[in-house]
C-alpha cells in the first residue's frame, strides 16, 4: 500500500468513528464501505463496515461482512459483531463458536476505568464477551452454561447489570452477601495515580520516521488517542512539535522527570521564537541524545543565610543558576548588580553571549528577563530565618514541578520548559505572590496558543501535580468505588427478591431505599410489579400510575400494568394508557399488549387475539404475549391453539409460569387431569409463592377423588395467602367431604365475613349446619342464600326440603 493510500485509510477510520459516535449511522456506513474497498484484506475494515450494518440493524448483512474473520475468531471486533448478529438471527451456536474460537484475544484483557469523554475502546473485554455468551446460551437453552458466563462476567466488572439480571432470569441460586464487590485488579492498578484521569490511546502513534532518531521526541504532545491524521508526517512537518534545539541543555537526574501538568501549555512552532530567544531548562529523557554539552558550571558557594536552613532538609535537584536571592527587600528602583562576571548565566553556568552584546550597547532597551535566572546574590541575608524558610520551600516547589513544554511567545508571566530569556525587559524583584499569579496566566497562555498558532497539537486530560489539584488518595476511590457497589447490592436484593417471588422481601426492600432512589422510573417499576404478583392490584395500579408522572413516556413494563388495570376493571383508564402508547411507539409489543388487554377486558376475543399476534410479530420473543394470546384462546375454548401459544411462551422463556399455568389450564378443560397436575406443578415449582397454582392442584386432586392431596394444597394456599377467599372455600368444601364439619364451620365462619354476599358461601354454610344436625341455622342460612341469588331458588329450595333426609350428599357442584 502506497504512503498516500495508507494515510487515508487512517483518515478513514477516525472518521468513521467520528460519525458513529454523533449516531451518523448512514454516513459512517458509507465511509466504512470506501475503506473496505480500500483495504479489502484488512479485518480491521471488515470489523467496521459490520458494526456500522449491526447499529443499523441490518443484522444479516453485519453477519456476512463480519464471518470471514469472526467465525474463525481470527479477530475480536469481527467476532464480537459476527456473535451479536448471531444472537439476533437465532443463530446461537455458530455466535458461541466464534468466541470460543477467539478466546485467546479477550481472555484476560480488562478495561476497567479505560472510558471517559474522550477516550474509549471499540474492542470488548472478558466482561462484556462473557455477558454475551451467556446471552446466546440463554437464547439457546443452555441455562447451567448461560449462568457460568453470568457469574464470569459479573466477578470481572460487577457494575454489568445484565449480567446480575440474567443470572436471576436462569434462575441462579445466588449469595447477594458475596456479590458486587470491587474486582481486584479494580484498585491497585496504579496506586500512584489513584483517582487521577487517564490517557489512553487505542493504537500506537505513527509517525514518518523511527522514533528513536527523531530529536526531542519525548517533549512531543499529543492528544490523548491516536490521531490518524499524523501518520505519514515527514521531517519538517513532525519538527513544528519539537523543541528547539539550542546547544547548552542539560541532562538532569530521573527526579526531575515529571508527567505535564494539565495547566502546561502545548508546543508551538519553533519559527515563534525570537531570534535571540534561549530556551532554558529543557530536560531530556534517557534516550534524548544530547549533543555538544557544555561543561559544568563552577559549584557556588551558600549563603551563610540558607546553610542552615537547608542543612535538615533533603537536598532536592535543582536547576543551576536557580539561586534564591535576598534582594527582596531592596527599593523596586534599586538598580541591580549583574551576575557573576556582569553577565547572565545559561542553564549551563556559561555566560550567554546575547547578554554579553546587549551590555555592550548603552542604547540598547531595557532586557526581559526571567526573575528565576541570573538574580544578583548578596552577602548577607537581609530576611528572617522564617521568611528564607518559605522563599527555599518555594524555590524547591518550583524546582521539582514538571518539564514544561515551551510556549514560544514574548511577554509570558509563567514559566515553562524551555523558559524564554530574551534580555530585553528590566529584571524585576521576586513576588510573593508568584505562585498564585502563574496558575492562572498559564491557563490563559494555555488557550491563547491553542486558539492562535498553527500545528498546535493539545494535550488533553493528562495528569495533573498534586500540589496544583488534590486528587483523592487510593483509599478515597476505593471508599467511593464501595458505597457505589453498596447501592448496587439494595437494589439488587429487591430484583432478585422478585425473581424469586419472594415478594413481602421485594416490597420491603424497594420500600427501604431513600426517597432519592425509591421515586424513580426503575425502581416503581419492580414495586409495581411485586405488588402485582402478590395480587395487590391497588398498590400496584399506585405504584405505576406514580412511574407515568415521572416518566410518561415509559414502554418498559406496561404491559404489566395493562394486566393491572384488565384485573381492577378499569376500562377507560385500560383504554387512555393504550392511546397514550400508541402516540409513543406504536411499532412495540408493550403497546399491543396493553391494546389486547383493552379488547379482552371488553369481550371482544377475537380482536384481542390479532393483537396479541401483532405483538409476536414485532418480538417473537416476548414471552408474555404469548401467554395472553394463549388465555384468549382458552376463552373461545380453542384449546388446540391455546396449547401451542402457551407451548411457545415456555420455549422462550422456561421461567415464564403464566406459560405452564396456561397448559396446566387448557389440559384441564380438556378433561385431561393427569397433564393439567403435571403442569401445574411445574408453575409453582417456579412460583411457589402463588396461592392460586396451589387451589389449582388441589382442585385436579380433587376430582381425581384425591381428597387428603387436594385439602393440604389449599391448606397451603391460604398459609401463602390468608385472604384467599377462594381457597378457604374449597378448603371447607373438602373437609365437608371428609365429615369434618367442625373445621369446615369454622373456615365458613371466617370466608362469611369475607364475603358476605356470597350466596354460595350461604349455602355451602347451610349444608354445613346440616351435617352438624342444626336445623334451624341451616334453614336460614338457606334462606340468606336465596336472597342473594334468586336464579339459584330452585336448588336453595330442593336444599331446604331435604332437611329432614338423613342421606347426605357426597358431592357438590
Not at 424 to 439: H, L
Not at 608 to 627: C, H, M, P, S, V
Amino acid at each position: 500500500m502506497s504512503p498516500t493510500s495508507s494515510i487515508a485509510a487512517s483518515q478513514l477510520h477516525q472518521l468513521i468513528y467520528y460519525h458513529i459516535d454523533n449516531e451518523l449511522l448512514d454516513t459512517a456506513n458509507f465511509l466504512a464501505g470506501r475503506l473496505h474497498a480500500m483495504e479489502p484484506r484488512n479485518p480491521d475494515s471488515a470489523h467496521l463496515l459490520a458494526l456500522t450494518y449491526f447499529r443499523l440493524r441490518r443484522f444479516k448483512a453485519a453477519y456476512d461482512f463480519s464471518h470471514k474473520y469472526g467465525a474463525g475468531g481470527r479477530h475480536l471486533g469481527c467476532a464480537y459483531i459476527f456473535a451479536q448478529a448471531c444472537l439476533e438471527l437465532g443463530r446461537n451456536t455458530e455466535g458461541c463458536s466464534a468466541l470460543e474460537k477467539a478466546k485467546s484475544l479477550w481472555v484476560g484483557r480488562m478495561n476497567w476505568k479505560k472510558h471517559s469523554e474522550t477516550t474509549r475502546r471499540h474492542l470488548p473485554d472478558a466482561p462484556a464477551v462473557y455477558t454475551l455468551m451467556a446471552k446466546l446460551w440463554r437464547a439457546h437453552g443452555d441455562m447451567r452454561k448461560a449462568g457460568d458466563c453470568y457469574i464470569e462476567a459479573h466477578k470481572a466488572n460487577p457494575f454489568i447489570w445484565d449480567a446480575f439480571e440474567g443470572l436471576c432470569k436462569v434462575g441462579a441460586d445466588l449469595n447477594l452477601a458475596n456479590m458486587f464487590r470491587p474486582p481486584s485488579d479494580s484498585a491497585g492498578a496504579a496506586p500512584a495515580t489513584a483517582g487521577i484521569p487517564e490517557v489512553y490511546t487505542d493504537e500506537a502513534p505513527q509517525h514518518g520516521h523511527p522514533l528513536a532518531q527523531q530529536a526531542n521526541f519525548n517533549h512531543q504532545v499529543f492528544t490523548p488517542s491516536a490521531d490518524p491524521f499524523d501518520t505519514g508526517r515527514t521531517a519538517s512537518e513532525a519538527a513544528q512539535f519539537l523543541l528547539p534545539n539550542v546547544k547548552g541543555k542539560l541532562v538532569l537526574g530521573n527526579a526531575l522527570k515529571q508527567p505535564l501538568s494539565e495547566w502546561d501549555t502545548p508546543t508551538a512552532n519553533g519559527g515563534l521564537l525570537d531570534e535571540d530567544d534561549v530556551a532554558m531548562g529543557g530536560v531530556h529523557t534517557e534516550n534524548d541524545v544530547v549533543l555538544n554539552e557544555p561543561p559544568a558550571a563552577p559549584s557556588r558557594r551558600v549563603r551563610p543565610g540558607q546553610q542552615s536552613e537547608a542543612s535538615d532538609r533533603p537536598r532536592h535537584p535543582t536547576l543551576r543558576g536557580h539561586v534564591q536571592s535576598s534582594s527582596d527587600t531592596l527599593p523596586a528602583d534599586d538598580p541591580r548588580k549583574p551576575g557573576i562576571g556582569g553577565h547572565k548565566r545559561t542553564i549551563s553556568g556559561q555566560t550567554s553571549q546575547a547578554s554579553t552584546a546587549a551590555s555592550v550597547d548603552p542604547s540598547a532597551p531595557p532586557r526581559r528577563s526571567n526573575r528565576l535566572f541570573g538574580q544578583a546574590a548578596t552577602t548577607k541575608p537581609t530576611r528572617p530565618v522564617m521568611d528564607s524558610t518559605a522563599s527555599f520551600a518555594s524555590k524547591v516547589d518550583r524546582t521539582v514541578r514538571g518539564a514544561k513544554a515551551a510556549t514560544g511567545t514574548k511577554g509570558r508571566i509563567g514559566s515553562t520548559v524551555g523558559r524564554v530569556v530574551s534580555g530585553n525587559r528590566k529584571m524585576m524583584p521576586p513576588d510573593p505572590t508568584d505562585k498564585e499569579k502563574r496558575a492562572p496566566s498559564r491557563t490563559t497562555e494555555k488557550n491563547v496558543a491553542g486558539a492562535t498558532a498553527p500545528g498546535v497539537t493539545a494535550a488533553v486530560a493528562q495528569k495533573p501535580h498534586a500540589h496544583l489539584a488534590p486528587m483523592p488518595d487510593m483509599q478515597a476511590e476505593q471508599q467511593a468505588m464501595t458505597a457505589l457497589l453498596d447501592s448496587f447490592r439494595h437494589l439488587a436484593v429487591g430484583c432478585y427478591a422478585t425473581a424469586r417471588f419472594e415478594l413481602p422481601k421485594a416490597i420491603q426492600t424497594f420500600k427501604a431505599l431513600p426517597s432519592a432512589q425509591r421515586e424513580t422510573p426503575w425502581v416503581l417499576s419492580q414495586l409495581g410489579k411485586a405488588y402485582y404478583e402478590a395480587a395487590d392490584y391497588r398498590s400496584a395500579e399506585d405504584c405505576f400510575a406514580r412511574l407515568m408522572k415521572l416518566q410518561p413516556s415509559r414502554i418498559e413494563d406496561m404491559e404489566v400494568y395493562s394486566t393491572v388495570l384488565w384485573h381492577l376493571k378499569k376500562e377507560n383508564a385500560l383504554a387512555f394508557l393504550c392511546h397514550t402508547l400508541r402516540d409513543q411507539e406504536f411499532r412495540t409489543p408493550q403497546t399491543w399488549c396493553a391494546v389486547g388487554n383493552a379488547f379482552s377486558l371488553s369481550r371482544e376475543h377475537d380482536q384481542a387475539i390479532a393483537a396479541f399476534k401483532r405483538a409476536t410479530q414485532l418480538d417473537g420473543n416476548f414471552a408474555y404475549a404469548w401467554t395472553l394470546m394463549g388465555h384468549e384462546f382458552i376463552a373461545n375454548e380453542e384449546f388446540d391453539a391455546a396449547l401451542s401459544a402457551f407451548r411457545r411462551s415456555v420455549s422462550v422463556d422456561r421461567r415464564c409460569y403464566g406459560g405452564w399455568y396456561g397448559l396446566g389450564k387448557s389440559y384441564e378443560r380438556m378433561g385431561k387431569l393427569e397433564e393439567a397436575e403435571k403442569h401445574y406443578r411445574i408453575a409453582a415449582s417456579i412460583n411457589p409463592s402463588n396461592a392460586t397454582l396451589l387451589v389449582c392442584i388441589g382442585v385436579v386432586l380433587e376430582r381425581l377423588r384425591n381428597k387428603r392431596g387436594a385439602l393440604a394444597n389449599y391448606t397451603k394456599a391460604l398459609e401463602l395467602s390468608p385472604t384467599s377467599a377462594l381457597a378457604r372455600f374449597k378448603k371447607a368444601r373438602v373437609l365437608m367431604h371428609l365429615r369434618n364439619f367442625d373445621q369446615a364451620l369454622m373456615e365458613l365462619e371466617v370466608l362469611k365475613d369475607q364475603a358476605p354476599d356470597e350466596a354460595n358461601v350461604w349455602f355451602l354454610l347451610g349444608k354445613c349446619y346440616k351435617g352438624l344436625g342444626d336445623k334451624s341455622e341451616a334453614l336460614r342460612a338457606f334462606t340468606s342464600a336465596m336472597n342473594l341469588d334468586a336464579k339459584a331458588a330452585q336448588y336453595i329450595k330442593e336444599a331446604i326440603e331435604s332437611l329432614d333426609d338423613d342421606d347426605e350428599d357426597t358431592e357438590d357442584d
